[in-house]
């Protein structure tokens, strides 16, 4: 963390429990404004729970979550809605709503007591729709859309929020590799336009391409915490995900990128040796 810039969203020793089951064992996280902020880790390692967490949906046993300085505890719903949106896995019950109606509740958080939306209400969400290629499913119902086009149409309410921190969990995993490259690329260039983002990604490319920074998450607690690189070693990845892998800069986007090799538990057979623009060796 450079340090320049104000903290957006923080967790401090945050920690939360089911019956006897600890989820989340004293996290600590610091997403700055304007920042790209990754959740990565193996399934059941606290990814889902941490957002939840974040966005105020958990009353979590112990520390806090500070939005822009602010205990989140102390803040109304409408409040944290206005500033914060959550993008969940599962898309909640929706029956009967079209995508349009869908899209434009996430103006809520923005109108008066007893207001309804109005032209700009309208213009900001069919606008959002615009942004996630959503537009031609406005007139229908959300029931007759497949998985990846019912992911794209929240990502879309959560925009026409018009939040300052935007909270995705798995926001790709429902989606074609051409949508899924859309959905980071328009998250992205948000970003770049001064929102904060943390996203719960299961695949480790498209996490340091896309990502500033990444928390790896593992039984609930952070394994490690910092820029790709710092992150994405050989070592942090056995550990989390019991793999042996390699890892190096892709020759194309620059970013890194991650061979697999196998099971940490297995010797690896002649055949699985490193290649060699993995060591950095020119082939």
């Not at 620059?254 to 002649?270: K, N, Q, Y």
């Amino acid at each position: 963390m450079n340090g320049d810039r104000p903290q957006a969203l923080s967790a401090e020793g945050l920690s939360y429990s089911v019956e006897t089951q600890t989820l989340l064992d004293s996290v600590h996280l610091h997403a700055e404004q304007g920042r790209f902020v990754g959740l990565i880790g193996p399934n059941g390692a606290g990814k889902s729970t941490l957002l939840r967490a974040l966005s105020g949906m958990l009353r979590h046993q112990h520390g806090a979550v500070l939005l822009e300085g602010t205990d989140l505890r102390s803040m109304s719903s409408r409040d944290v809605a206005a500033s914060m949106a959550l993008v969940s896995q599962i898309a909640p019950y929706t029956h009967g709503f079209t995508s349009f109606e869908l899209v434009l509740m996430g103006r809520y958080p923005h109108l008066g007591r007893f207001q309804i939306e109005g032209r700009e209400d309208n213009r900001i969400a069919r606008d959002a729709m615009r942004q996630t290629d959503t537009e031609r499913f406005a007139d229908r119902t959300l029931d007759t859309l497949s998985g990846g086009e019912r992911q794209r149409v929240f990502v879309s309410r959560a925009l026409a929020q018009q939040p300052r921190i935007l909270l995705l969990d798995e926001p790709t995993s429902n989606l074609d590799v051409f949508h899924q490259l859309k959905v980071l690329d328009l998250v992205r260039q948000l970003v770049n336009e001064g929102l904060t983002a943390i996203a719960a990604i299961h695949d480790l490319h498209m996490a340091a391409r896309y990502c500033d920074r990444l928390v790896l998450l593992s039984d609930g607690g952070v394994l490690a915490e910092g820029r790709p690189e710092e992150v994405l070693t050989p070592e942090a990845i056995e550990s989390a995900f019991g793999v042996r892998c390699a890892v190096y800069p892709d020759p194309i986007t620059g970013t890194l990128a991650i061979s697999l090799i196998g099971p940490a538990d297995v010797h690896a057979s002649p055949a699985e040796e490193v290649p060699a623009i993995a060591r950095g060796v020119e082939p």
